[in-house]
């Protein structure tokens, strides 16, 4: 057999449809890669969506944003020094985009103005932060994105 530039061509077009191929393959069966929506329940989130952008126009109007502070021994969460701390429930849920095996929420009970998540709780990378919280029957929520 005569090795010639149309062997040549030819050849490279198998080796890179090879390679295509393989890669295809071993995109859609490595179990790390998996393609879910970003929660589970998307779109009956979407049609409450209106009530949070109330709640955080709410808090930005009447100054009771949550202020968010990374420090070396976690993330401290300021809430507002004009409140009865004891008054102030809710919930805090943290969000990892890149696994959804991270997410967690946490009840927020204050005996301060202050409140830390500590690092050994963060693994490293990118997480949100929603505090929704109610105070004498108002909704506020905060929300912040950090990168550890």
Known sequence: ?????????????????????????????DSDLNYDLVTDDYYKKELGYQKEINALTRAKVLGMQVQFEETTEGVVLTFPEKIDF??????????????????????ISLSDS???????RLKDGRWDINVEWTYNGETFLSKKEISL
């Open 1 to 29: 057999m005569k090795f010639n530039w149309g062997t040549g061509v030819f050849l490279a077009f198998v080796a890179f449809m090879s390679f295509i191929l393989y890669f295809v393959i071993s995109t859609l069966t």
């Open 86 to 107: 004891t008054k102030v429930k809710g919930t805090m849920f943290l969000y990892r985009p890149s696994d959804k095996h991270l997410d967690f929420e946490i009840p």
């Open 114 to 120: 202050h409140l830390l998540i500590p690092n050994n």
